[in-house]
């Protein structure tokens, strides 16, 4: 069950660097397009081999990514993003993502995220940079 709480989006859209840069007003408009969930300690918020249909961005709190081939989870918190490279590839979750603690999530469905990163070249291009390193093996983030 997901606990919906209501957030200023716009604040927490703030934390996360990848648009902290933008103008006010492409914040608002970002902001209309994320949704604000609270993760639970110990919550799988993305489970590996399930259709993704969203990403998230982490505006508070810590996260574990257990990539399957690393025997460390990666550690992802706020201001990084998870969740990208189902919708990049249109291949299934690659990883299970565990919430370490409480997480305050700024959720972008699917068909935003097609439209945000189409209209947004610079914002595609760091997203899908990101995604490259990580499907690199010595890599962790
Ligand atoms: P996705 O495949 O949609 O769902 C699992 C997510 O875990 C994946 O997108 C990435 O966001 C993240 N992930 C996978 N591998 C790594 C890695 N090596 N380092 C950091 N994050 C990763």
Redesign the pocket.
């Known amino acids: 069950p997901k606990l919906d709480v209501r957030f200023d989006v716009a604040e927490l859209v703030r934390r996360v660097p990848l648009f902290a840069g933008l103008p006010a007003e492409r914040v608002t408009t970002i902001a209309t397009l994320l949704r604000a969930q609270l993760a639970l300690p110990g919550e799988t918020i ?1 489970r ?1 081999g399930d259709r ?1 249909d969203a ?1 998230f961005f982490i505006a508070s709190g810590a996260v574990e ?1 257990l ?1 399957p081939n ?1 025997a460390e989870p ?1 550690k ?1 918190g706020t201001g990084d ?7 990049l590839t249109r ?1 299934r ?3 299970d ?1 565990r919430a370490l603690g409480y997480c305050q999530l700024l959720v972008l469905d699917e068909k935003d995220f097609r439209r945000l990163v189409q209209k947004d070249a610079d914002l595609r291009s760091h997203i899908q940079a990101v ?1 490259e390193a ?1 499907r690199q093996p010595t ?3």
Not at 81 to 87: K, S, V, Y
């Open positions: 993305v590996k993704g990403m990514v990539v690393l990666v992802l993003f998870f969740g990208e490279m189902a919708l291949q979750r690659n990883a993502v995604a990580r890599q962790s983030s």
